[in-house]
């Protein structure tokens, strides 16, 4: 069973021409020591801009950081609880320092399996303070920075999921605040007046330790082997048979930020292999 994340090619990364991508304007992004939020920061970098990146895993946060410089980017790696609303706030002031708050990617999350009757309310809470109470802060801190750049735009995308459109069991929470990104993407929009727009990502099961890490926990409740997981649970009602990779999410985002997409306002990029559509 080979779903270990996958490393960033130059290559992959969706590389487009827009005035907003430069070296003046900052992509904040959250989650940014792995996965999905490890490689939008990389491909914000290398599609010019000045990244910020957040997470609390200072380590690897830091390899990010090397990363983006490899791939010829510039980006600043920022340790920030996102379960405390000071760090949060700092985190914004630091970076307003280093240009114009453009982008805001809320990409951080975690994941606990176990039913509603057995679900720990301390992870209930700190799920939904980093998965939806800090992407709230962020975009509340944000959009007054937006507002005041030259053009008064900014986008702000939101990491959503095949859970923010169908429920599977022993998620509860997860599948809560994924609903709950996509209501706040489309609340955003609602108010941005077309300039500051927002958006979510919805995917299915990507190559990421969150992933990985489900695994032997979804194989004890459902009383299977962890290969019956990947194959039956995670990708039975996927039409495409393989797990993205981090870095064809984080091109979506690419996407969503750019001028080419200047009528996705509160719209949801739903690439999920046909799971939820096909069900």
Sequence with gaps: MDIAEPSIKSEEILILLDDDFNPGNVCIVTGASGGIGRAAAVAAAANNLMTVGLDINEEDGRKTQQMAKEKGGQMVFL???????????????EAAKLGTIK??????GFQHIDSV???PMDKYDLMQKIMLRAPFLLSKLCIPHMKKSVSGTGVIGNMSSAHGHICTL?????????????????????EGEG?????????GFVKTGLVLNQIPSQAEQRGITEEEVVRDVMMGKSRVKEMMAPIEVANLFIFGFSRYARYLVGGDLLFDGGMVLTY
């Excluded at 982008?103 to 951080?108: D, G, S, V």
């Excluded at 022993?170 to 609602?190: D, H």
């Design 195 to 203: 300039k500051i727009r927002s958006f979510s990502v919805s995917t």
């Design 79 to 93: 340790r920030t609880d996102l379960s405390k609303d000071q760090d949060i706030e700092r985190a914004v002031s």
């Design 103 to 108: 982008f805001l990617t809320n990409i951080a």
């Design 117 to 119: 009757e057995n679900f």
């Design 170 to 190: 022993n998620k509860p929470v997860y599948n809560i605040t994924k609903f709950g990104l996509r209501a706040l993407s489309q609340s955003i929009a609602a």
